[in-house]
């Protein structure tokens, strides 16, 4: 079946580090990827996306994902986490050309000042 | 631009009643899903919709559920006698194309409790 895993589910970092949030997808062909990011309350902001190209995807926010391949992941990167990125964090797929999506259990995100 | 709405963001009813959720999507946009979120969980998908028609309903439960987009109103997402495994985050999103690559923007969601 197809699966989205994000294997943290809580994460703490101190602001200014850098963050890695892991994600990855068990799909029969190579899925279109998705990050999301959810505040409290609030609905889900996409961060980015990716369908095919460049394995490096740039976003919003400072945010950048990896696509590999060989080890079906796209993790999420930030080289200097703020105080303000605090929230949880989504990864989500689809089939090639659907609109479906199937998002991960979230990963949430807290940041010590 | 006014993004995805949904209303009412919070909603509680009891045991055996009805839940009505509303969502109006951003302008221009005639696609519609909806998603649940449990506690604890992920969203998962429920149904998707276009003006007036029903594309994939595979995520919705068999029983006490239904969705419509009428050509004019919101999109209405409808649980009959609800039950309190119901409780949960239901959001909307929207798109402008039915394409994969295109963008779905998400609502703020309507917080369910059944007591």
């Known amino acids: 079946a197809q699966s989205v895993t994000q294997p943290d589910i809580h994460i703490t970092v101190s602001e200014g580090a850098s963050l890695e949030l892991r994600c990855n997808y068990s799909y029969g062909a190579t899925p279109y990827l998705f990050w999301y990011v959810q505040s409290p309350g609030q609905g889900l902001q996409l961060l980015l996306k990716?369908?095919?190209?460049?394995?490096l995807v740039q976003g919003i926010k400072g945010f950048e994902a990896e696509f590999k391949r060989s080890q079906s992941s796209f993790n999420l990167r930030k080289p200097s986490v703020h105080w303000s990125d605090a929230a949880e964090y989504f990864c989500a797929a689809a089939e090639g050309g659907g609109n479906k999506l199937t998002f991960g259990t979230g990963t949430q995100l807290k940041v010590e000042l | 631009n006014a993004g995805v709405m949904q209303n009412p963001r919070h909603l509680v009813r009891r045991r055996g009643q009805e839940a009505r959720l509303r969502c109006s999507p951003m302008k221009g946009h005639s696609h519609v899903y909806w998603y649940r979120q449990l506690p604890e969980e992920g969203l998962k998908f429920m149904v998707y919709l276009q003006k007036e028609n029903i594309i994939d309903e595979s995520g919705m439960p068999k029983e006490r559920f239904s969705a419509e987009f009428p050509k004019e109103g919101p999109s209405i997402l409808r649980i009959q006698q609800v039950v309190r495994g119901d409780s949960a985050a239901y959001f909307c999103a929207s798109s402008l194309t039915s394409g994969g690559t295109d963008t779905q923007y998400f609502g703020p969601g309507t917080r369910l409790t059944v007591l």
């Open positions: 990716y369908f095919s190209g460049d394995t």
